[in-house]
Structures are given as structure tokens and as C-alpha cells.
């Protein structure tokens, strides 16, 4: 794990202003709420940006962090630094820079993301919140599509749900103000894809619009996840429980 250069960052960030990017945006949502499905679907357009998830530890972040010289002589990763290259590297040639977040993520890194040119928020929120812990416990591989494993499973999706239920409180807490956010729900993007990125591509400033043809819609909503009976089954057996127990 790496510790933050939060003393780059107060020296640096007044001074971080990259002419090249005209417009930039952050993607948030909790963990499996649609928020990778909505890059998925961006990236494909090819009109703003590449977002993806720029602060997650994994092998992609950290090949990044080697390729671009960010981590000083102590390990610690320059975040100033590292956003700059990303917003260098990763900005489409209409000059629109994005990325993806989980909303913890966007907390600590708000004064950084801040200084993107009008900057704005997009928040993916999921109405089916039982589905989405399921989801998340599936994740992290704990799942099997088994009815029989909800109740096996039943603290893990518990914790889970839990755990998205404080995302959200967080989220809502910090950010109050609705000027320059746009909220989408993860449902209403899987059923009409398309219709949802024109609100997303309008909400950021992008004149050029997406075709509607059948062909285009196919192409879309490959991205789209499809979920299958079984999955929906347990879905519905964890939901169950949740009324059952007045949890939802």
C-alpha cells in the first residue's frame, strides 16, 4: 500500500491547470453499482475520455505509476504528478478527461479532482440494493449461483449491504450541492443505454450525438451485463429476506 504525498499536494495543486483538458468529469458510485458498466459504455464513444479506476491499487494503477515516474525515492506515490499524466494521456482529442471512482476514493481525493476544468460529478446509484451486495459478495468470490448459499452466506451479504448503505450516507452527506452532478441509475442504463449516454454526453458539454440505429444499440449493449435466472433468483432470495426482517 502506498501513502499519499499530501505534501506535493499543498505545494503543487494551485499551480495544476493543464490547458489541454476543456472539460473533465468523475464517475462515482459504491462497489458494483454501475459505475464500470457507465465507463464501459464511455470509453466506447470515444468522445470522453478513457475513465477508468486511476485510484485503485491493482496492476494496471501501478504499471501507470512505473510508466509515468510518479513514485518519489520513498515510495510514496506524488498524486499531483500522477494526475497530471493522466489527464496528459488519458483525455480524448476533444479535450475531455474522465475517470471512475468508488465514493470513498472521491472523498479523499476531492481537492485533487476539484481542479479539473469545470469539473463535474456523475453519480451511479442502483435501486435494487439487495442486488447489489449480492453482486459485491460475488465479487469477491464468495457467491455461487445457489440459492441454498444466501443463507449459508447470510452475515457476508449483511456486511456487504451494510457496507453500501454507509457509502451512501457518506455520499449524500458530502456532497449536497447538485450544481454540476448528474444522477443515473444503474437500471435505467442497462434498459436504455443509449438514451442514458446522450444524457450523460449532453450533461458534459459533447455535441456530437450517438446514433440510435439497431446496429449501434447491439454494439452498446455488449457491455451490458446480462444477468441470468439464477442469478435473479437469488436476487430475490436475499431481497425476501431483507423485507422479512424490515431490513429494506
Not at 520513498?74 to 489527464?87: K, P, T, W
Request: proline share 3%.
Amino acid at each position: 500500500m502506498f501513502n499519499y504525498d499530501w505534501a506535493a499536494l499543498k505545494k503543487d495543486l494551485p499551480r495544476m491547470e493543464l490547458d489541454e483538458v476543456l472539460q473533465g468529469y468523475v464517475v462515482c458510485s459504491s462497489p458494483c453499482g454501475g459505475s464500470e458498466v457507465l465507463g464501459r459504455l464511455l470509453r466506447k464513444t470515444k468522445q470522453v475520455g478513457f475513465p477508468h479506476y486511476f485510484f485503485h491499487h491493482n496492476m494496471h494503477t501501478e504499471s501507470l505509476h512505473k510508466k509515468w515516474s510518479v513514485i518519489d525515492n520513498n515510495g510514496d506515490i506524488n498524486y499531483v504528478r500522477y494526475f497530471q499524466r493522466l489527464q496528459e494521456n488519458r483525455t480524448t482529442k476533444n479535450g475531455v478527461f474522465g475517470m471512475l471512482t468508488y465514493t470513498k476514493q472521491l472523498i479523499e481525493h476531492h481537492r485533487l479532482m476539484s481542479t479539473l476544468p469545470k469539473a463535474k460529478l456523475i453519480v451511479v446509484r442502483r435501486k435494487d440494493w439487495a442486488a447489489q451486495a449480492v453482486d459485491g459478495v460475488e465479487m469477491a468470490e464468495q457467491l455461487r449461483t445457489n440459492e441454498k448459499e444466501v443463507e449459508f452466506l447470510y452475515g457476508k451479504l449483511i456486511d456487504c449491504f451494510s457496507h453500501l448503505m454507509q457509502e451512501e450516507i457518506l455520499l449524500r452527506q458530502v456532497y449536497q450541492n447538485k450544481e454540476n452532478q448528474l444522477e443515473i441509475f444503474y437500471e435505467e442504463l442497462c434498459a436504455r443505454p443509449l438514451e442514458i449516454l446522450e444524457t450523460v454526453t449532453d450533461f458534459l458539454g459533447i455535441s456530437q450525438k450517438i446514433s440510435k440505429d439497431s446496429r449501434t444499440l447491439r454494439a452498446y449493449q455488449k457491455f451490458i451485463p446480462q444477468i441470468k435466472p439464477e442469478k435473479r433468483k437469488i436476487y430475490d432470495r436475499f431481497r425476501n429476506i431483507l423485507e422479512k426482517k424490515k431490513i429494506l
